[in-house]
T-cell receptor
């Protein structure tokens, strides 16, 4: 079982709609979760972090965490063509030294 | 205020040659992480270093790969006797502390290695 799993997509969403990205993780003791956005040929950039169950909103982005289900999601409201990118879910692995463990990423395309 | 600097951005090596990838962390950061990304895949952890110490190398292949982060100068990821399967993007990230919950890890632009 992969430590962090995402639907690889591609996910296609019309402009203005809500894009929903999902991620599951295997280590029940994980406490910290992140969403990174990566444009083609570029480096990942952090867009959201979440540590507690529930929702966390930042502008058009909402991260949702359910530790009981080991599930974290990212919602993008009012999707824009500039949101087209690969979204990477990451979890801090705490066995030994802390490090980020990434899912395989979901490619999102927003269609004008 | 420079971010994480990686060089070269693109590197082409013939099979059997050595590849050296450099990473200068954000000023004041003493924690460096190396990741490898194959096309259409996520980032795979390779190694975590602090100044002069390898903290976690659980993601490093057992042969041909090595990493260092000297007291002075950039962190270096070295790949000896490269093979075509080493072709990938290699990203470096740095953080102020090793407690990643309380400090963001910043990524460099990556080095894209092509083995021909």
């Amino acid at each position: 079982q992969k430590e962090v799993e995402q639907n690889s997509g591609p996910l296609s969403v019309p402009e203005g709609a809500i894009a929903s990205l999902n991620c599951t993780y295997s280590d029940r003791v994980s406490q910290s979760f992140f969403w990174y956005r990566q444009y083609s040929g570029k480096s990942p950039e952090l867009i959201m972090s979440i540590y507690s169950n529930g929702d966390k909103e930042d502008g058009r982005f909402t991260a949702q965490l359910n530790k009981a289900s080991q599930y974290v999601s990212l919602l993008i409201r009012d999707s824009q063509p500039s949101d087209s990118a690969t979204y990477l879910c990451a979890v801090i692995k705490i066995q030994g030294a802390q490090k980020l463990v990434f899912g395989q990423g979901t490619r999102l395309t927003i269609n004008p | 205020n420079a971010g994480v600097m990686q060089n070269p951005r693109h590197l082409v090596r013939r099979r059997g040659q050595e590849a050296r990838l450099r990473c200068s962390p954000v000023k004041g950061h003493s924690h460096v992480y190396w990741y490898r990304q194959l096309p259409e895949e996520g980032l795979k952890f390779m190694v975590y270093l602090q100044k002069e110490n390898i903290i976690d190398e659980s993601g490093m292949p057992k042969e041909r790969f090595s990493a260092e982060f000297p007291k002075e100068g950039p962190s270096i990821l070295r790949i000896q006797q490269v093979v075509r399967g080493d072709s990938a993007a290699y990203f470096c990230a740095s953080s102020y502390s090793g407690t990643l919950r309380s400090t963001e890890a910043f990524f460099g632009q990556g080095t894209r290695l092509t083995v021909v």
